[in-house]
């Protein structure tokens, strides 16, 4: 089997999808990949502090749930 990569614009993706789903199932298999491309970088300083403040245990909150028959 081969590998075909194809961008497509949102625009025509739900088309694109419907046409490569008419061909047979078992000589075809699709996958749908996210991208996440347009997610902000962090600067690894930036991450450094983010992950020194997650440490501090006076930053985590702990809560708890109790169940009461009325």
Not at 2 to 22: A, C, G, T
Not at 42 to 49: L, N, R, S
Request: no cysteine; hydrophobic share 35%.
């Amino acid at each position: 089997m081969k590998l075909l990569e194809l961008r497509v614009d949102e625009s025509i993706f739900n088309e694109v999808k419907d046409f490569l789903s008419i061909l047979p199932k078992r000589k075809i298999k699709l996958r749908e990949i996210l991208n996440d491309s347009h997610i902000a970088y962090v600067p690894d300083k930036e991450q450094e502090d983010i992950e020194k403040t997650l440490i501090k245990k006076s930053y985590h909150t702990i809560s708890r749930s109790k169940t009461v028959d009325i």
